[in-house]
């Protein structure tokens, strides 16, 4: 599986913006996603999750009830709605692919994008 993030950029804090993680092959809708985000000199974290049939999501505290995960496996994408941005809200935005059920650690994912970078000014 092959994942190329995009949609990041800059917008003022308050403002909101949509990523989109589009995937390549087969085994997609088979696969829970998630988003992950690094800061500068900070650690990869979880952002959020959505497992493979997009029945269940789940989301880092400092996210939670601001962003909005999706998928549609039609189509091969997993989606992230990012609204009431903050400064901290700032990283590169990855998404990530693993067999399996969802899960919060990023060792667990086998497949990485390449990263899209948000910035949100205040």
């Known amino acids: 599986v092959q994942l190329q993030a995009s949609g990041g950029g800059l917008v003022q804090a308050g403002g909101s913006l949509s990523l989109s993680c589009a995937a390549s092959?087969?085994?997609?809708?088979?696969?829970?996603m998630g988003w992950f985000r690094q800061a500068p000199r900070k650690e990869r974290e979880f952002v959020a999750a959505?497992?493979?049939?997009?029945?269940?999501?789940y989301y880092a505290d400092s996210v939670k009830g601001r962003f909005t995960i999706s998928r549609d496996n039609a189509k091969n994408t997993v989606y992230l709605q990012m609204n009431s941005l903050k400064p901290e809200d700032t990283a590169v935005y990855y998404c990530a692919a693993r067999r399996g059920i969802v899960n919060f650690r990023t060792d667990e994912y086998d497949y990485w994008g390449q990263g899209t970078l948000v910035t949100v000014s205040s």
């Open positions: 092959g087969r085994t997609f809708s088979k696969k829970s």
């Open positions: 959505i497992s493979w049939n997009g029945g269940s999501t």
